[in-house]
């Protein structure tokens, strides 16, 4: 059974900043990995997926991947107050996902 | 709109009644997932289907809960004997052939009250 945590707190950032969100996974074997945001009382929507280690970027976000230490974070650039939500860190395998709790995230104009 | 659909939003509902969920997966994806979210939690993965074959069920997933796919289109959930701690969200997903299996779409879920 997977393991995913992200264990940071709520994050307030002034808009424009950058917004930092990590997560480390239990199962060595894993090859997938998700950030999905989530705004309050919606389902989840899939913003980034990465695969390799690494930096993969889609504009202002940026997912980070390193296998050897089990670690995955996603950085929000130039934040903007509709970046305020929960994003949660997913680990893919067995056909199934494992999700963290989230991190809430509050830009601030 | 072409994403995954679920109906109803929203179910209120009393203890001890048997509720249905239905979900319409993005077309032409074949798997097509089910998951429940409690407040302050991630989903958790209950029941994966690829076409019409239910081929995982988590130990989440109790008797009272079923779910089908008849000929691999639209999915439905049923929870017999409703509990309180059954209120959750319920997260419909799909995936399309081919691809990753694990790159996943939501639906926007059935939210579920059971009094």
């Known amino acids: 059974q997977k393991e995913v945590e992200q264990n940071s707190g709520p994050l307030s950032v002034p808009e424009g900043a950058i917004a930092s969100l990590n997560c480390t996974y239990s199962?060595?074997?894993?090859?997938?990995f998700f950030w999905y945001r989530q705004y309050s009382g919606k389902s989840p929507e899939l913003i980034m997926s990465?695969?390799?280690?690494g930096d993969k970027e889609d504009g202002r976000f940026t997912a980070q991947l390193n296998k050897a230490s089990q670690y995955v974070s996603l950085l929000i650039r130039d934040s903007q107050p509709s970046d305020s939500a929960t994003y949660l860190c997913a680990v893919g395998g067995n056909n199934r996902l494992a999700f963290g709790k989230g991190n809430q995230v509050v830009v601030i104009p | 709109d072409t994403g995954v659909s679920q109906n109803p939003r929203h179910k209120i509902t009393k203890r001890g009644q048997n509720v249905t969920f239905r979900c319409d997966p993005i077309s032409e994806h074949n798997r097509l997932y089910w998951y429940r979210q409690t407040l302050g939690q991630g989903p958790e993965f209950l029941t994966y289907?690829?076409?019409?074959?239910?081929?995982?069920k988590s130990r989440l997933l109790s008797d009272r809960f079923s779910a089908e796919r008849p000929k691999g289109s639209f999915s439905t959930l049923e929870i017999q004997r409703t509990e309180q701690g059954d209120s959750a969200m319920y997260l419909c997903?799909?995936?399309?052939?081919?691809?990753?299996?694990?790159?996943?779409?939501f639906g926007p879920g059935t939210r579920l009250t059971v009094l």
């Open positions: 289907f690829q076409n019409e074959a239910q081929l995982e």
């Open positions: 199962d060595r074997g894993s090859q997938s």
């Open positions: 990465i695969y390799s280690n």
């Open positions: 997903a799909s995936s399309p052939p081919g691809g990753r299996p694990d790159t996943q779409y």
